[in-house]
């Protein structure tokens, strides 16, 4: 049984938002990550605002110009399965494709599966770690095997989303809206690390929420791909996954970006990985080379070293897997 | 906009208007079972790891463990006991028990569901395409190759419109 809360239906942006400015108000989109939490007793909840019924929120559609505008309600499921994202952003359709179960993504929205919590064992247990304000990070030197090997600091989640590293690779844009108006961010800067603020995994300000996401055109070239590394097969997070998207012209990479997943409290870009990539045609000595940057400066903790050889194999199939158009 | 703890909730299962008051927290896992008696949704994790609360949301496969009845209002929801129709099992349930794909039951349900939302989009789903589909459902009994299989036969059974007898290798073993 959860705790009880209020529920609010909200018929506009505008109404979730004036919603959201209660105190223990929490926003309800597909409700899988919020349902869990709750029931697990990560947070109570004094209200559940829902945006499902918001209609603008909803939809994936080209724009003039040949950008793709994926509105935050849109599912993990119809995301996958559709036909401009698969054919111009394979790297997204195939990160939302392995993300969770069929059901959860004929549930789970983008905009939460941006927004969802970590699922570190103690977090979603009965801890009161340092990200829900205690004192401690007891994965630190605890059962630390799926923890960060970058980016931890005071506490070593790693980021759950399949989606973001995708995102990210694509540069796209997301649009948040809140109190005081709305704004555009890069994916890349709505995830924060741990040093920058330990309670909270996005740049999202109280009471804003993602309304969309915009992918930029795909250039001429464009290759990209997601691959993923889980303990199951079914259906799992990643142990470790890479997230790539190449330009590739006159036969040499002219652009690239190298995005990991599963390593860090948020998708983590390796400049090292890009730069061994770029100038290069794609081949096994350009893979060794960026999977060996990708690795450079990982700092396991006592459980998860193994991800360390792990990301380079993944990395180097990625890059390997990108040879041909 | 309204903001009660008790909600009057409609909500439309397996065919029937059902009009109830219900603490919103409530999930529709609970709710399916406690106020309306069909305890054929199973309730396993309650975290969304097992499938075994698996129902049809407009013919897709989602986990009442996760949902909120209000949230399904106007939707169109069916439970394993709106599988059967006219008296008679569907040929999923019929293909099941035949090839014993059930052993203690408990996660046929969600099987069941997410096995005919697959059939309704692919009448002859390549063994892959199954294996995909059945990926958010476990069962701690049966392996799963006796379901992979029963989901075959149901499928070849629906697609030539008759009964057709299951091969003696999937009866039997080879
Ligand atoms: S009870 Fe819903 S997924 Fe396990
Ligand atoms: S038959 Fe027992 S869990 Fe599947």
Known sequence: MMGSFSYVRAGSVKQAVAALAHDGARLHAGGTDLLGCLRDRVFDAGSVVSISGIEELGGIAALSGGSVRIGALATLAEIASHPLIRERYPVLAEAAASAASPQLRNQGTIGGNLCQRPRCWYFRGDFICTRKGGSLCYAFDGENRYHCIFGGDGCYIVHPSDAAPALVALDAQVSIAGPGGSRTIAVEDLHILPKQDIRRETSLEAGEIVTEIVVPPPRAGLRSTYRKVRERGSWDFALVSVAIAAVVAAGKVSAARVVLGGVAPKPWRSIAAEAALIGHAIDESAAMRAAAGAVEGAQPLAQNAYKVPLLRGALEEAVMSLARP | MSSLSKLRVRLRVNGEEHEMLVPVEKTLLEVLREDMGLTGTKHGCELGECGACAVLVDGKPVLSCLALPVELEGHEIMTVEGLAAAGRMHPLQEAFADLGAAQCGYCTPGFLLAAKSLLEQSSDPTRDEIKD???????????????????????????????????????YGR
């Open chain 2, 133 to 171: 589909a059945l990926a958010g459902n476990l069962c701690r009994c049966t392996g799963y190759i006796k379901i992979y299989e029963a989901v075959e036969l149901a499928a070849r059974r629906m697609r030539s419109g008759s009964e057709t007898a299951p091969e003696q290798a999937v009866l």
